[in-house]
């Protein structure tokens, strides 16, 4: 059975750090695509950073992430982590983790989502 379970998350100060963890159960972490997005009160939910496959995987990082966070995997564990750095006010909202079999750009494509984890950032 196919499921996805977000943790992490919590209220962290300008400039600090959070790592969030995605427990995927029911997927390949080698050859599927692996995604965390995010979604902020009133905005569409964005893509924050994917592993893509098309033979190889890719890593693929929104624009705003600025090399502030890093996306990594554990096979054994079979969990997604991503280590998010040097956080901003902006980077409130609840982050989703998202599993399909092809990488997309467009949350509206990814089949499967966790329940999501809040991060706040605030001083």
């Known amino acids: 059975q196919k499921h996805l379970a977000e943790s992490g998350g919590g209220l962290v100060q300008p400039g600090g750090s959070l790592r969030l963890s995605c427990a995927a159960s029911g997927f390949s972490l080698v050859n599927s695509a692996i995604a965390w997005f995010r979604q902020a009160p009133g905005k569409a939910r964005e893509l924050v950073a994917a592993?893509?496959?098309?033979?190889?995987?890719?890593?693929v990082y929104g624009d705003f992430v600025k090399g502030r966070f890093v996306m990594s995997r554990d096979f054994v564990k079979r969990e997604v982590y991503l280590q998010m750095n040097n956080l901003q006010v902006e980077d409130t909202a609840v982050y989703f983790c998202g599993a399909d079999q092809t990488f997309s750009n467009k949350s509206s494509a990814w089949r499967y989502w966790g329940q999501g984890t809040q991060v706040t950032v605030s001083s």
């Open positions: 592993f893509s496959w098309t033979g190889i995987t890719s890593t």
